[in-house]
């Protein structure tokens, strides 16, 4: 008598809570330098264009990056209530 083939299992690859976080630190580091470096530029300018350009570019950076801890500290969050 022939066995029957059984159709194959595929791994479906589910990102961890662990990996998340660990992306979400390493692009709010990430975005933290880029703050840091448009607020150095800001204050070392003379330029009023420059000024302007960079006081922008440190505002959307800065509050990309306290989304990005805010996503950091959800996900860390969710690894100890896992535990």
């Known amino acids: 008598m022939a066995k029957k ?3 194959k299992k595929t791994k479906k690859t589910v990102s961890s809570v662990k990996n998340k976080l660990n992306l979400a630190w390493k692009n709010f ?7 840091i470096v448009s607020l ?8 009023a264009l420059f000024i302007n350009f960079f006081a922008i ?12 801890l805010i996503v950091s500290l ?3 969050i969710l690894k100890i209530s896992r535990r």
């Open 5 to 7: 083939k059984r159709a």
């Open 29 to 35: 580091l990430l975005f933290l330098a880029m703050f």
């Open 40 to 47: 150095v530029l800001y204050y070392m300018s003379s330029n």
């Open 57 to 68: 570019i440190a505002m959307i950076t800065g509050f990309v990056a306290f989304a990005f």
């Open 74 to 76: 959800v996900f860390w």
